[in-house]
């Protein structure tokens, strides 16, 4: 039996032209949809670094209520290099020592003996704590966290939080004019600032202050600044290292005068690192040669880096931020309020 279907009846198929246009919707719509896509993903990798500041933050002041003050930035014997690290004996970093109150208590007891002896030996066993990758350490938006840092024949883990070390830069140098606690003054009157205004940190070598003796007042003063891992530009890059108390490692310092005066800042030869990569127009400048000086604070978010101040509230600081308000955020007894940037 055969059967017979009208010409109205018959399946249409989709011609070239409404192919094209369906094509065309998509990808309009996929268009539209990627940036909102991104920018879910920038929001959270942002909420989770703060998150990640916050506990740290805590730690500090756990470890503070226990200590009586905040632990040094790092370190270091007499006759330890304070600018260069390769090849040295430094010590336990300020996140060594707050260990035990990111519920890592376990990796803190593995090397606990040689953490305590380091002061009275200056033995380089402690260091092997360096190598464990820790997930808290981490920000979500930066990259290269797989790649370590090698020193000393240890394979240190990368992470993006530094302690703010304070410290005037130029001449001179900012990481080691706060050792012990110094308050340097600013002598070449850095951002037309007065030259009797200081720039002292809040943990800095062999230096952790006490929290009720910020000069400016815990909620006007950053503990905690991001840093970004340099292993993008070569595994022997050291910035955004955990456990290496240097600066751009697990330190800002010198980060608010000279050449190197504004978060994110985009100059050559800012940072000042051993084994550091120029890559100005990265954001991630450096004197290549020089040894450890100066590191800035760094972030992969869009337009600013995320900081934890001595309260433990947790701010997100815009690059636009003026030189003097980055001033007066970071120098821990300058005794100015902060710009409201």
Not at 241 to 250: C, E, Q
Not at 263 to 277: F, I, L, Y
Request: proline share 5%; net charge neutral; with cysteine.
């Amino acid at each position: 039996m055969s059967f017979f279907f009208p010409a109205s009846q018959k399946k249409q198929g989709f011609t070239l032209i409404e192919l094209l246009v369906v094509i065309a919707i998509i990808a309009i719509l996929i268009g539209l949809l990627l940036p909102a896509v991104q920018k879910v993903r920038e929001a959270a990798a942002l909420a989770q670094c703060k998150n990640n500041l916050k506990q740290l933050s805590l730690a500090c002041h756990n470890y503070s209520d226990t200590a009586g003050k905040l632990p040094a930035a790092v370190t270091l014997n007499g006759g330890v290099s304070r600018t260069n690290a390769i090849g040295q004996s430094f010590g336990p970093n300020w996140i060594v020592m707050i260990l035990p109150f990111l519920e890592q208590s376990a990796l803190y007891n593995q090397h606990s003996s040689n953490i305590t002896a380091y002061g009275t030996n200056s033995n380089k066993a402690w260091q092997a704590i360096g190598a464990t990758p820790i997930k808290l350490l981490k920000c979500p938006a930066d990259t290269g966290h797989d790649v370590p840092y090698n020193i000393n024949g240890v394979n240190f883990a990368r992470g993006n939080y530094a302690c703010n070390a304070g410290g005037i830069h130029g001449p001179g140098n900012g990481w080691t004019g706060t050792e012990n606690g110094a308050q340097p003054t600013n002598g070449n009157g850095w951002a037309g600032l007065p030259t009797n205004l200081t720039g002292g940190g809040v943990m800095c070598i062999n230096f952790g202050a006490k929290l009720t003796g910020i000069r400016d007042g815990t909620s006007n003063t950053i503990m905690i600044n991001e840093v970004r891992v340099g292993s993008h530009l070569a595994p022997t890059d050291p910035r955004g290292t955990w456990a290496l108390g240097f600066p751009g490692a697990s330190v800002t310092a010198g980060h608010f005068s000279w050449d190197c005066m504004l978060p994110n800042n985009k100059d050559d030869n800012a940072d000042d690192c051993e084994g550091c990569v120029n890559d100005g127009k990265g954001g991630m400048g450096a004197w290549t040669g020089c040894p450890y000086q100066q590191g800035q604070a760094r972030g992969k978010h869009s337009g600013g880096v995320a900081a934890a101040l001595c309260d433990g509230s947790v701010r997100f600081i815009t690059n636009a931020v003026t030189q003097k308000a980055w001033w007066y955020l970071n120098a821990n007894g300058d005794g100015n309020p902060n710009e409201p940037d």
